[in-house]
């Protein structure tokens, strides 16, 4: 079933507050009992199961009955919350066809308030994560009951964080507009990823402000770790946007320079590959820390709003995503793909597919959403 938007004009306060109802039981609850979900809606047990019930025909949750009789949020049911709460705060007003697939991601064409294009980039994990998790349960206790919603809210918080910072210190990337749950609102970047061009007219300068760019990250204080074809973008006039933040580390991090050598030889590959050109020369971690040629960032890139516990868990899960990728291997761990199963981010991408309308896209159902009543949040 093909997530639908205008379906968002048809829920009722009752069963919005079901689902978040649900939603909170998860921060404790695999599968939450439906005794709960009553208790946290304050809804009758006789209106809560109806709810429940129309709920999981439009896919919102899910319904464990066999071993246990509990109820979870699907990603459509988290998708629904995240726009849901960004429409109500007038960041989204709305939302149109998926315009580029990321590894762990679903990025859209959306529209703010004035009209004017955004991006909105709903932050997918995919089941190779769920090793990295796994291994780092003591950190995640509880919450490893909700892993793919904490990490893929995880991920959206750190990269909003970083985008912010970054965009403070002067650095080409998009401008953050919103967060909320899993979802990053920012501005429309109207440029192509650096892999989709055949030719570049001025290969030379682009290499250049390419180095410069990855040098002054680290100056700055960080590795971005995915610097490559993918996540740099490239305008009419040949200008770079740096983009796909939640990988970062500090340059204190123990695989700071390993990363930083792997962000600048993609670029040499891609340009002796693409391009063929073959770069003679390029930047060591510590010649770039050591270059005085460069200027100074004041004083490095201050992020806030994110633990040290966290970061280390999503670039756990990127690294693993990463390597699975390069292996090109099949997903082993038979207990974490069926724990996902319904959530696999290839199936959410057709899911995700609606009425492509023409660019700049937008959906009705967002706006409907607007107009009726989408301030009545569960208080
Ligand atoms: P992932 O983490 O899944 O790789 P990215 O942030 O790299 O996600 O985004 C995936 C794709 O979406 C990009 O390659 C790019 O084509 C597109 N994209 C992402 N952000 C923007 C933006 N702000 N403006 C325009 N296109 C974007
Ligand atoms: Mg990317």
Redesign the pocket.
Known sequence: MKLDVTMFRYITKEEFRVLTAVEMGMRNHEHVPTPLVESIAKINRSSCYKILQNLLRNKLVAHDGQSYDGWRLTYHGYDFLALRALAARGTLTAVGRR???????D?HYAQGPDGELV?L?LHRLGRISFRAIKEKRDYLRHRVHASWMYMAKLAAAKEFAYMKALKDEGFPV?TPIDQNRHAVV????DAK?LFQLRQLQHPNQVLERLMRLVVRLLRAGIVHGDFNE??L?LDEDEKVTL??F?QIVYNSHPNAEEFFDRDVRSIVEFFRKRLNIEVQEWPTFQEALEDDREEEVSGGLKVTGFKAEEDALLVAAHEQGRAHREDGAEDEDEEDAEEVAEEHPDEHREAMAFQPPARPAVQEGLQDLLAAGSRQALE
């Open positions: 315009l580029g697939v990321g590894k762990e991601s990025v991006a980039k998009p920012m501005s429309f970047v990823p993918f996540n973008m983009i796909d939640p």
